[in-house]
């Protein structure tokens, strides 16, 4: 019989946190994963780049290869650039049925056997099967209208969501103006996740994948927005009421999480487990501070670049990309950028000023994580652009909600068998390792152009070349800076609300 497998994708999971739950004996479920499991610090890449890379890494697990390989270095790619077969092309090829619910990059939507769930960074709302797609209508909603349509609770009935978790969305739906921000996103994150559980285990049933796919987000975005709340020790400024009021966001859903995996391992008994994550989550610990973003409309009438460039957001970055048509020299641009300085104190308005090969500016206005200025000088100063002077708030917004942790290099891997015989920690992990592990406890072959490793001891291992003839996807023409990606970007605080 073929072994079945659940892997589950933990967004920014990390065993910093994991063990401090533990050791508050918080999370029973982990705790009895990393006493009964093979676990690992698995090292991610680099987390100090400019953008933010969530499809480069996850396409590298899908992988076994690093980005140049297998092509993906951006948000803005599609899963039509992929140049490498990922793990669920690939156990497809060998029959093994696949159901795949939140992976990037896996929007077109294609079939592996199962169901495919495109990540929450699709650009429509195709699924496969089509009628699958109300899950997809969550996504993306402008917070206003988020599930304000009453249709769409009896369209995810149907396709399969449980009442329980309905009733608590409803509820929700009604109560939340009563909560304030904080409260509001911890609420939706830790709903979202248990609606798509709830069709996740359903569609597992249903379709009886072999392999089936999982993904958690709430641990990067907790992570991001609550951290401080309860470490004392790095953020002694927040205040006695706000600590009180926010701290147990963090560890509660670490909790979900528990519970999540704990759902997921009682209704498939016959499963293993993979529990994989793309990066850990630290603090900052510069203490935590507001973030500045560049006002883009006003810096584009200011600077007469409005009908000459194309702007949007990723992260706090903003990308330019000069339009054909414009006669803008994109090396001059980048110089103009360089020399907009701040006045009196004579800084450098952009602390990040760069151009990548395809000719896209990247800008990120100077953080007050530099220490050039404090929130409280911003009225004083002004903005030398060319020959005229502007007020520097004219310029920026200030983001409200701060981040007090951000991405660390260190994220986790779990396999939960109960046929292992080998438990406990292993060293040495990489991103890398996971198709490479995957693959040998399927007992297939493991391809030579892989960047990683078995971490399992099996008897006899096999080798391929290359997998990469099973890609044989079509480009579909897609519309540049297309409104979904950037609604996602804005609903996971990467952007500004307009
Ligand atoms: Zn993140």
């Known amino acids: 019989m073929k072994k079945k497998i659940i892997i589950v994708g933990i967004d920014g ?140 609770f009896f369209k995810l009935k149907r396709i399969g969501v449980d009442s329980l978790t309905l009733v608590q969305l409803v509820l929700n739906t009604i109560f939340e103006r009563f909560y304030d921000k904080k409260i509001k996103l911890f609420k939706r994150l830790i709903l979202l996740n248990r609606l798509n559980l709830s069709l996740f285990l359903n569609l597992v049933k249903k379709y009886k994948t072999e392999i089936s796919f999982f993904f958690i987000p709430i641990a990067d975005s907790s992570s991001h927005y609550f951290w401080k709340y309860s470490d004392k020790e790095n953020f002694p400024e927040v205040s006695d009421i706000e600590r009180k009021k926010y701290k147990e966001l963090l560890l509660k859903s670490y909790i979900e999480i528990d519970e999540s995996l704990k759902k997921i391992y009682d209704k498939n008994k016959d499963s293993v487990l993979f529990i994989i994550s793309d990066h850990g989550m630290k603090p900052i610990r510069e203490g935590s501070f507001k973030t500045l973003s560049l006002k883009q409309k006003s810096f584009l009438d200011k600077t007469n670049l409005n009908k000459k460039v194309e702007i949007y957001f990723v992260g706090l970055n903003s990308v330019i990309v000069v339009k054909d048509d414009s006669s803008v020299d994109p090396d001059s641009l980048l110089q103009f950028f360089k020399n907009i300085i701040i006045k009196p104190i004579d800084e450098k308005f952009f602390e990040v000023v760069e151009k990548d090969n395809s000719g896209r500016i990247f800008l990120k206005v100077t953080q007050f994580d530099k220490g050039k200025f404090q929130e409280k000088d911003l009225t004083n100063l002004k903005v030398l652009i060319g020959t005229d002077y502007y007020d520097f708030k004219s310029l920026v917004d200030i983001n409200d909600i701060e981040r007090s942790s951000d991405h660390d290099e260190r994220g986790i891997f779990i396999i939960f068998d109960k046929n292992l015989k080998r438990k406990g920690k292993i060293e040495d992990s990489t991103i890398y390792d996971f198709l490479p592990t995957l693959l040998d406890f399927l007992s297939l072959p493991i391809a030579k152009d892989f960047d990683g490793k078995s971490l399992i001891e099996s008897s006899q291992k096999s080798f391929i070349d290359t997998y990469d003839f099973l890609v044989k996807r079509k480009k579909e023409s897609i519309d540049k800076d297309d409104e979904f990606v950037k609604e996602e970007l804005r609903r996971l605080g990467y952007l500004k609300d307009k």
């Open 13 to 152: 999971g990390t065993f910093l946190l994991i063990d401090r739950f533990i050791n508050d004996g918080r999370l029973p479920f982990f705790k009895f994963l990393k006493e009964n499991s093979l676990y690992s610090d698995m090292y991610s890449v680099d987390q100090n780049t400019r953008v933010p890379i969530s499809p480069t890494i996850w396409t590298s697990l899908a992988s076994g290869k690093k980005a140049e390989k297998h092509k993906i270095l951006s948000f803005f790619n599609l899963q039509q650039d992929i140049v490498s077969a990922r793990w669920f092309e690939i156990l497809n090829h060998y029959g093994y049925s696949v159901g795949t619910f939140g992976w990037e990059l896996t929007w077109p939507p294609e079939e592996y056997g199962g169901f495919t769930i495109p990540c929450s960074m699709a650009r429509d709302n195709r699924t496969f099967p089509s009628y699958l797609s109300p899950i997809m209508e969550l996504r993306g909603k402008k917070k206003r209208k988020f599930l304000s349509n009453v249709l769409l």
